[in-house]
Nanobody, 123 residues
Framework: QVQLVESGGGLVQAGGSLRLSCAAS????????MGWYHQAPGKQRDLVAT???????NYADSVKGRFTISRDNAKNTIYLQMNSLKPEDTAVYYC?????????????????WGQGTQVTVSS
């Protein structure tokens, strides 16, 4: 099993910054891509950013130039540095991790989710 624990959410004024963290534990040796989704009330859960195990990032167009995803494999942790925050960034942010099946290894699921952390940006 994989457990993901997010931290760093909170209330911030527009233009401010937050840094989210997601620490993975459990069956983590075969983790591959990790990243972040967010979900506002009444809306779909949308992908924000992903990062490969090797550190290659990808971003949704809405956050390019403002957010930075990073990864510390030694700590089994990913981060989302959120700068120039806007009210429309307000959402619950969910960490996810993909795990590659390994012969003789632990069974699925192979996509794991954190519990979510609330980010609220006031205007």
């Amino acid at each position: 099993q994989v457990q993901l624990v997010e931290s760093g959410g909170g209330l911030v004024q527009a233009g401010g910054s937050l840094r989210l963290s997601c620490a993975a534990s459990g069956s983590i040796s075969s983790l591959t891509n990790m990243g972040w989704y967010h979900q506002a009330p009444g809306k779909q859960r949308d992908l924000v950013a992903t990062i490969t195990r090797g550190g290659t990032p990808n971003y949704a167009d809405s956050v390019k130039g403002r957010f930075t995803i990073s990864r510390d494999n030694a700590k089994n942790t990913i981060y989302l540095q959120m700068n120039s925050l806007k009210p429309e960034d307000t959402a619950v942010y969910y960490c996810y991790a993909d795990r590659r099946p390994v012969l003789g290894g632990p069974p699925g699921p192979y996509k794991h989710w954190g519990q979510g952390t609330q980010v609220t940006v006031s205007s």
